[in-house]
């Protein structure tokens, strides 16, 4: 296979509700167990060599010990071989990412360098089986199966767990796929990740009639989620803010409660289904939002905002966070690789000071919601007015010339969603506020016609 041909080939998960039976929980129970402490037993085998012979641990060094190790710890034969061996590719691509984030931070870039660390068993909540079809004798043989029960329900035949129930709720290509996840959360449910792999290139001949040619501007805020350089606009859902008083209550119960005691157990499920019924009600509706986008048009231009900076005003940072601006663009990025669009991040600096008009700065405060030029008199929305800034600094930097009156440059803003790795003096601060007045009328902006977000009322 050609290399043009492998890397028009990618991998893409779906995730499936499990339903397995009280013996089959047992077991996987009993597997994550087990997984965890081989995970802490292989990171403290790779320290203490480093310690004491100055040397690094590989892999495969780890892999080929395991049958020993399985004689002196006949609980790990419970496990299937290929499970315990990812076990050990999650803590070599820990350390491989620690030492590259280290490169990256004696480079000058701004990044986090974390040492792996060990996992409780609490916090251990995913197996994999890393081969789904295996070739012997030029064929391909089924290490895992799946049998459809109904148009709803289907069994995934897992090694030593046995038939897994699924609610298969859309149809994917079983030759294809890769890698099996099996994964419980914190409210007690599993799921099952199927990653299968699909075609680039067909699914954009498929996408090139779908996508119009346009491109548009997008300024992400807390009163109004979305405002866009074609004067639409999306309100802020507030899902948290719903629930709020009902979480609240149930987090003091929480606070109440003796750790460990069935009782603390019981009242921490009740408060990990309010974060849970938050979280998908905000994750339902940024699908629906970034859907909307990557459908209707070719380039979308984000700011490259630095988040974690934002969420130090304690005044915003609840709104920003239920808002989900880095979800939202996430979704849209890999949205547009199947749609045969584009993301653009661009330097957020001065999109809402600069007149998109005639490009003359007007300073403001957060308390302004309306932008006044005094040079050529131009009147507009504060938001919309910095998203046609956003969509110039994009074409700016796909065209590598000026464009319009905009003063401002991309600066070697990534594309496609990745953050550029240039050390940016000025950081990605917006200049927001949750109050005051935002002047929709003046500028005869209009909501979005989105699927109606899901209901999160306090019962």
Aim: glycine share 6%.
């Amino acid at each position: 296979m050609s290399r043009v041909r492998e890397e028009s080939k990618f991998l893409v998960t779906y995730k499936f509700r499990a339903y397995p039976t009280a013996l089959q929980e047992y077991k996987l129970e009993n597997w994550l167990y087990v997984l965890c402490w081989l995970y802490n037993f292989s990171l403290e085998e790779r320290k203490s060599i480093w310690r004491e012979e100055k040397r690094s641990v590989r892999y495969s060094e780890q892999q080929n010990n395991l049958p020993k190790l399985k004689k002196k710890e006949p609980i790990l034969k419970t496990v299937h071989s290929q499970v315990l061996q990812d076990v050990l590719r999650r803590v070599d691509r820990a350390f491989g990412k620690f030492f590259q984030d280290l490169e990256r931070k004696k480079k000058g870039e701004r990044t986090k360098v974390g040492y792996p660390k060990k996992k409780p068993t609490a916090k251990y909540k995913s197996l994999t089986f890393p081969q789904v079809w295996m070739k012997q004798k030029g064929k391909l043989i089924p290490v895992i199966r799946l049998e459809r029960k109904n148009n709803r329900f289907a069994y995934l035949i897992l090694p030593k767990i046995g038939k897994l129930k699924i609610r298969f709720h859309r149809g994917i290509d079983w030759k294809k796929a890769k890698t099996v996840t099996v994964e419980r959360d914190l409210v007690g449910k599993w799921w099952v990740c199927i990653s299968v792999e699909v075609d680039l290139e067909q699914i954009l001949k498929e996408a090139v009639e779908r996508v119009e040619r346009k491109s548009v501007g997008i300024d992400l805020g807390v009163k109004n989620l979305v405002t866009t350089s074609e004067k639409n606009f999306v309100e802020h859902p507030k899902f948290l803010q719903k629930l709020e008083k009902r979480l609240k209550r149930e987090q003091k119960k929480f606070s109440r409660k003796e750790k460990g005691s069935e009782n603390y157990e019981k009242q921490r499920k009740r408060v990990a289904k309010i974060h849970e019924k938050i979280k998908n009600a905000r994750r339902d509706f940024l699908h629906k939002l970034s859907r909307y986008l990557v459908d209707r048009y070719e380039l979308i231009v984000f700011e490259n905002l630095n988040i974690p900076a934002l969420v130090r005003d304690s005044r915003l940072a609840k709104l920003i966070l239920d808002a989900g601006w880095g979800t939202l663009i996430t979704f849209a990025t890999y949205k547009a690789v199947m749609a045969g669009a584009k993301v653009v991040r661009v330097n957020p600096a001065y999109t809402t000071q600069d007149c998109s008009v005639c490009g003359y700065r007007v300073p403001k405060t957060l308390a302004e919601r309306m932008h006044r030029c005094p040079n050529c008199g131009a009147e507009l929305d504060r938001d919309y007015n910095a998203s046609v800034n956003i969509l110039k600094k994009g074409l700016t930097h796909l065209t590598g010339g000026r464009v319009g009156a905009t003063r401002t440059y991309a600066c070697g803003e990534g594309t496609g969603g990745a953050t550029s790795r240039e050390v940016v003096s000025q950081p990605s601060l917006k200049q927001e506020t949750p109050c005051g007045s935002s002047g929709w009328e003046d500028s005869r902006q209009r909501a979005l016609s989105l699927p109606e977000a899901p209901s999160v009322r306090a019962e």
